[in-house]
């Protein structure tokens, strides 16, 4: 049972990011395409074997038909696990890929010992081989398997999948096939060369090496889900400590980390904050941080208050006494902030409890700040609600386009890091080539230095900011809405607008959705002057292998912003792009000042910008761009449309008139920044399928003179899909 004075009851929260339908995702057609291949060629291959008397080749077939069942299995293990959960079976059918791909090992290992044992005794007692014959089957058997090979990889790298562990044996069978085709071709080799029939024996043992060690990693890794071991590659030792390390954390036990089946990472914690926080906003950020961080996606914690103050101060004084444990019997060990008496003296600003205000702006990043300075600008009495302090720092690549240029050029001490005029382009780290621009394209900032800077903007225009303050939550009347805070705080104001993020409490109270989700990596890397100078003016855009995926190099002065982005999901492959991708261009050797990454999500058409007075705009209403994913401009705008609808609404005469002045805020989303979205999804979609032909066509001089003007936003998304051209071809490559 848990205890806490000042909440009475427990805030156990639920995140997932992964779909809860089919498990490996992987298109059917394609494995049963491979299925029929190889089942095909295997009928061949076991009649060749007898003529020819060549173990190896019996070997091979032998191993085809495992294949074979392997397919199969996954086959027929996709449409079952994809069934939706019911009955006690509260996972649904899920971990019947996992004893699937242990049954697959355990055949490969069964198998091989057999091989192993008939080709010692060929060793023994040879036998003569139709060398011919056997290089023929061989080296078919090496197209085929290679064909097959490609099908199944194709078939599990489709955008958003996650990785199957059934799919992966599946793959490992006819990977080990391949090797054993290579390994039998050079046995025929030999045998027809020197007339030494043992080869085909030899080539047989090297066969079951190989099939042996593909099928004890699958046994290993299997077994390491049924016991409920950690993810390989996860230490619940860190993510107890990143846990912990968070603002406002005091204690975390409980925690369980384990797999549901295979790339499907779960963790539940009990989880212990300081008195008078959020622990919805403190379970939602400790929600994204498994997830970006440890690529958890299916995370339960418990979130409760501390104990009373005096309770604190004894476990600080007296740890032994393990009163903060707040639970009668932990499991495994405890992880605690380093001292706990820091937070109990830990007290927030308290806001007016009835202060009444216009405007009420919750987040203080680009979009928050932009409303309020709209709205203060248009007379209305505003309030900023951030929860952190400027400056701060947030992870951002830092690109500002020529939207956002304008949206702040009103901004004396814009802080520009730099300006660039070079862009240098790369195809999957490859085929790289530079264009210049005889005037900028963009501008680059930090944004710890650009939102204190809009911050100030803000205050000029006559905004109240108030930092370090928490929202826990909000509640509307007719004619107004009501912002709770923490230590039992309350204002009031005529408008809302939410600008605290796609994981924020504005986004839940308005019910947006999300149709589109990636997950960013970034590193800010010192380098030393010789290499700031080489960057100056130019970044670098890689155009990734998995679809969708890209990397860039933003220089910041003296520092450099390396960053990745792909489909959320795709953690693990996300984290050895941005680690392969800082190799190829040499920034990998210098320290990193700073490693994070974040969430961004793409709004769904039909996701609500307003709910009664509340509205929601930049992050937190999911208006970003979804090919590049860039939303510091779409921040800026819809934060300054969301400000004049409201201060509209506080200076309307009646509750119609002031209904209506915050629907204008959803017309001016709909008619500038909808439509730039649409187009972009276009173009993700096109780019997602036909990377090379994107970099092709900005190699060419007409591709650069329009990258250069869609980047100083001279023309835009929308208007460039509009053309019958590129109309025409997008629709083509989009197929």
Same mark, same amino acid.
């Given at each position: *049972? ?5 909440? +009475? ?5 639920? +995140?997932?990011?992964? &779909? ?16 029929? $291949?190889?089942?095909?060629? /295997? ?17 091979? @077939? &032998?191993? *085809? ?12 293990? *996709? ?53 011919? !014959? /056997? ?24 955008? #958003? ?71 390989a590659g996860v230490d619940p030792a860190a993510v107890g400590a990143a846990l912990v390390g968070r603002p406002h954390v005091i204690e975390v036990h409980d925690l369980h980390i384990w797999e549901i089946t295979s790339g499907m990472p779960a963790a539940s914690a009990h989880i212990l904050v300081a008195r008078h926080q959020d622990c919805h906003a403190i379970r939602a950020g400790l929600v994204e941080l498994l997830d970006t961080r440890f690529g958890i996606t299916h995370a339960t914690l418990q979130v409760d ?6 309770? !604190? ?18 499991? #495994? ?67 500002? /386009? ?6 702040? %050029? ?77 230590? +039992? ?13 796609? %994981? ?29 100078? @080489? ?21 910041? #002065? ?59 705009? +930049? ?11 860039? #939303? ?12 004049? @609808?409201?201060?509209?609404?506080? &200076? ?45 066509? $900005? ?26 051209? @590129? ?9």
């Open positions: *049972m848990s205890e806490h004075s000042d909440a +009475g009851h427990a805030h156990s929260g639920h +995140g997932h990011g992964h &779909a809860h339908g089919l498990a490996p995702g992987a298109d059917r057609r394609l494995i049963a395409a491979a299925g029929a $291949l190889i089942v095909a060629f /295997m009928a061949g291959e076991v009649v060749a074997g007898l003529v020819a008397h060549s173990l190896a080749l019996l070997s091979d @077939a &032998a191993h *085809m038909l495992t294949d074979a069942a392997s397919i199969g299995l996954v086959l027929i293990t *996709m449409k079952v696990a994809g069934r939706p959960a019911s009955g006690g079976y509260t996972y649904g059918l899920r971990r019947l890929e996992i004893l699937s791909a242990q049954a697959n090992g355990i055949t490969l290992v069964l198998l091989a010992l057999w091989l192993a044992y008939e080709a010692v005794r060929r060793l023994i007692d040879p036998r003569p081989v139709a060398g011919g !014959l /056997m290089l023929a089957v061989a080296v078919t058997g090496v197209v085929v398997n290679l064909a097959a090979a490609w099908l199944l990889h194709r078939a599990s790298r489709r955008p #958003g999948q996650r990785r199957s562990l059934n799919s992966e044996g599946a793959f490992a069978h006819v990977l080990t096939d391949l090797y054993a085709f290579a390994a039998t071709v050079i046995a025929a080799v030999v045998v027809l060369a020197t007339g030494f029939h043992r080869a085909d024996a030899i080539a047989t043992l090297i066969v079951a090496a190989l099939m042996v060690r593909a099928g004890a990693g699958l046994i290993a890794q299997s077994g390491r889900i049924f016991l409920e071991a950690a993810p208050h501390v104990p009373p103050e005096h309770v !604190l101060r004894r476990a600080a004084e007296h740890p032994e006494d393990g009163d903060l444990r707040h639970c009668e019997d932990t499991h #495994g060990p405890s992880y605690r902030a380093p001292d706990p008496r820091v937070l109990v003296r830990l007290s927030l600003p308290v806001v007016e409890k009835r202060a009444e205000w216009d405007v009420a702006v919750i987040g203080g990043g680009p979009a928050g700040l932009a409303a309020a300075r709209a709205a203060a600008a248009a007379g209305a009495r505003t309030v900023v609600l951030e929860r952190s302090e400027h400056p701060r720092y947030k992870t951002c690549g830092g690109g500002l /386009m020529g939207a956002s240029l304008t949206s702040v %050029a009103d901004l004396e001490d814009l802080p520009s890091r730099d300006s660039i005029t070079s862009v240098t382009f790369t195809l999957h780290g490859k085929r790289q080539y530079t264009r210049r621009h005889d005037t900028p394209i963009l501008g680059m900032v930090v944004r710890d230095e650009f939102d204190d800077a809009l911050r100030r903007r803000a205050e000029a225009a006559g905004a109240v900011i108030r930092q370090r303050t928490a929202v826990r939550g909000i509640d509307q009347g007719d004619d107004h809405a009501t912002v709770r805070l923490s230590g +039992g705080a309350a204002l009031t104001a005529t408008s809302v607008i939410g600008a605290d993020g796609s %994981a924020g409490i504005t986004a839940r109270h308005v019910g947006a959705d999300f149709a589109q989700t990636d997950l960013g990596l970034e590193q800010e890397i010192d380098v030393p002057d010789a290499v700031a100078d @080489a960057w100056r003016g130019r970044v670098l855009l890689d155009w990734g292998s998995y679809p969708g995926s890209y990397a860039w190099v933003f220089p910041k #002065g003296g520092r450099l912003t390396v960053g990745v982005i792909a489909s959320r999901g795709e953690g693990e492959w996300t984290k050895r792009y941005l680690r392969t991708f800082a190799a190829q261009v040499k920034l990998d050797s210098y320290p990193v000042a700073r490693d994070s990454g974040h969430l961004t999500r793409c709004r769904a058409d039909d996701s609500p910008l307003r709910r009664g007075r509340v509205l929601v705009a +930049g992050d937190a209403a999911g208006l970003l761009e979804p090919w590049t994913r860039e #939303g510091i401009s779409y921040a800026l705008r819809s934060g300054e449309f969301a400000g004049e @609808a409201a201060a509209k609404a506080a &200076a309307a005469e009646s509750p119609g008139s002031a209904v209506s002045a915050l629907d204008e805020y959803a017309a001016s989303v709909n008619r500038v920044l909808v439509p730039e979205m649409k187009a972009g999804r276009t173009l993700l979609n096109a780019f997602s399928k036909h990377p090379g032909m994107f970099h092709t066509g $900005l190699a060419t001089a007409k591709g650069q003179r329009l990258f250069g003007r869609i980047c100083r936003s001279e023309i835009t998304y929308a208007e460039v899909v509009a053309k019958p051209a @590129a109309r025409r071809v997008l629709a083509f490559l989009g197929r």
